[in-house]
């Protein structure tokens, strides 16, 4: 009997949940090619150490972008390293496929996400939002009649809808999320220090430094990069409050996404998020006080879910398991 498998088809890694074993496979989702042959050199986290570091004739792909698949040949290719990675951990062949999108997805966009989990050995494929898998994996029971809000920031969008009776009311999804911000770091490194930093080192400034509230005693760290005037090596010392002044715009459409959504719910169904509040989720619930700013500026609580960034895949997975008991 095959088993169940959830799977959380991000921008920045791809994360599996097996029926029974929880999150098994949790790597970065990048494609490292060799550009002379087009042959597949490493996938994952292999591949992701190459970013920024590779020669001329390899270059390391993202297949994935705000959410979606935008080099299919290489998703399908990363999908199918990951799952037969599985198999070598006794996964049984052809399971049924759970897969999680935003909400914002399009037709042909569905069919593409479908298409690569069919083509890589699943029995039957279902597509679910990612919000709505969230919550379920954040352990909110969204199968009741009183409401559930949830605010999944990812890699490629940040997915907020609130959920009652086991759907979604309402929800926005926006291209704001942790390639965004990582993007934002890079510019202003550039433009408030003349100095080019590379992806990782952006992404290593968010997670250190990321914050989206200003602090009366800043962390500081050492960036180094290559000099935009005289293309030599530097370093500089960036604080925190540098780096919330970066992101502050970014954080700002997240809070207005969220601002809609719950100006367009009925009464009894906000009254329930006030009581309840809502649930951060994703890679971007781990930013140091992206609670406190979303609660301050809705007047809502907020609580970030227990393993924010495995939510979606254990989600997903969980679903899958439900839809098949009833």
């Not at 599996?16 to 970065?28: H, R, T, Y």
Request: hydrophobic content about 45%.
């Amino acid at each position: 009997m095959a088993k169940e498998i959830g799977i959380d088809l991000g921008t920045a890694n791809v994360l599996i949940f097996v029926e029974g074993e929880g999150i098994v496979l949790n790597e970065p989702s990048v494609v490292a090619v060799d550009m002379k042959t087009d042959r597949v050199l490493a996938v994952g986290t292999e591949a992701y150490q190459m970013v920024g570091r590779t020669p001329g004739n390899i270059r390391a792909v993202r297949p994935l972008k705000d959410g979606v698949i935008s080099d299919f040949d290489m998703t399908e290719a990363m999908l199918s390293y990951f799952i037969k990675k599985l198999n070598v951990k006794g996964v049984m062949s052809r399971p049924n496929i759970m897969v999680a999108a935003p909400t914002n997805i399009t037709e042909i966009e569905k069919k593409a996400i479908m298409q690569a989990a069919e083509k890589v050995g699943g029995a039957k494929v279902y597509l679910e939002y990612e919000p709505k898998v969230a919550a379920i994996g954040a352990g909110l029971d969204i199968f009741s009649p009183i409401s559930s809000m949830v605010i999944d920031m990812g890699g490629g969008t940040s997915d907020i809808a609130v959920l009652s009776l086991g759907d979604i009311v309402s929800a926005r999804s926006i291209r704001v999320a942790g390639d965004k911000l990582n993007n934002e770091i890079t510019s202003f490194a550039k433009r408030q220090h003349g100095l080019q930093v590379g992806e990782r080192t952006a992404e290593q400034i968010k997670i250190q430094l990321g914050n989206a509230l200003q602090s009366e005693d800043p962390e500081t760290m050492i960036i180094r990069g290559r000099d935009i005037y005289d293309g030599m090596p530097k370093s500089v010392e960036i604080n925190s409050n540098e780096v919330e002044v970066a992101l502050h715009d970014s954080f700002q459409q997240i809070v207005k996404a969220a601002h809609d959504v719950l100006a367009e719910i009925q009464p009894e169904l906000a009254a329930d998020v006030i009581d309840r509040g809502i649930v951060l989720t994703g890679g971007g619930a781990l930013l140091r006080n992206m609670d406190k700013l979303i609660s301050a500026e809705l007047g809502v609580p907020v609580f970030i879910a227990d393993h924010p960034l495995d939510n979606v895949a254990r989600g997903a997975g969980e679903l899958l398991e439900h839809m098949h008991d009833n």
